[in-house]
């Protein structure tokens, strides 16, 4: 992408502004709480939390667990 960089920075800016604007309404809630399912068919249902592939919900955005599930999930989720 030589020769593009200014539109690049352009890009990164914007999509920080963006994430600011989410973390600044997520934390204006009164209970910012999620519960990130995901459901594999067959392979059932898995809880994403934080240090899990989704974790930028938690850590980019601000979001804290609904569950009060103390371990950390690999990037496939937790088996629920």
Do not use: P
């Amino acid at each position: 992408l030589y020769g593009k960089e200014d539109e690049a920075d352009q890009l990164v800016e914007d999509m920080q502004t963006r994430i600011d604007e989410v973390n600044a309404k997520v934390s204006e809630l009164e209970d910012n709480s999620i519960l990130y399912l995901q459901t594999n068919g067959e392979r059932g249902v898995s809880f994403h939390g934080q240090g899990g592939r989704f974790s930028y919900l938690y850590d980019t955005f601000g979001f804290s667990s609904a569950d009060e599930f103390d371990e950390e999930t690999d990037s496939h989720g937790s088996q629920v």
